[in-house]
């Protein structure tokens, strides 16, 4: 890694220790206990005719990518994987989602961090 990119992995962790969220991502059974930092994304959505009509914001979780594990094996985000923590006594569920045909994720530089494209699945 070059030294920028060791300095902005440093300040993302940093950030995470101080405002991150204990989150439990899921897939199928399978789950793993995280700390992430919660953001958004504006996405432009098209109609059946290829026309951006509206706007739609995914709730963006950014998570160490190297924790994402099913049976030892790490793996990618993808569509249904669930996260959810719980806030005041209450439990908020998202999904991982595509908007555009985008994947679910996005790589956060050339670093092991991802942010996972989620919207509100259950819970408040």
């Given at each position: 890694m070059t030294?920028?990119?060791d300095i902005i992995e440093r300040?993302?962790?940093?950030?995470?220790?101080?405002?991150g969220l204990t989150v439990t991502w899921r897939?199928?059974?399978?789950?793993?206990?995280?700390?992430?930092?919660?953001?958004?994304?504006?996405w432009k959505v098209a109609n059946e005719y290829g026309v951006f009509n509206r706007?739609?914001?995914?709730?963006d979780f950014l998570v160490d990518g190297q924790l994402l594990k099913v049976a030892g094996t790490v793996v990618e985000p993808e569509q249904g994987d669930l996260i959810e923590y719980t806030i005041r006594g209450e439990t908020h569920?998202?999904?991982?989602?595509?908007?555009?045909?985008?994947p679910v994720y996005s790589r956060h530089g050339d670093t092991d961090d991802v942010f996972i494209h989620t919207t509100l699945y259950g819970g408040l």
């Open positions: 030294q920028f990119i300040a993302v962790h940093s950030v995470q220790a101080v405002a897939r199928g059974a399978d789950s793993v206990i995280l700390t992430a930092t919660r953001g958004t994304t504006n706007i739609e914001k995914s709730s569920i998202y999904r991982a989602t595509e908007f555009n045909e985008e």
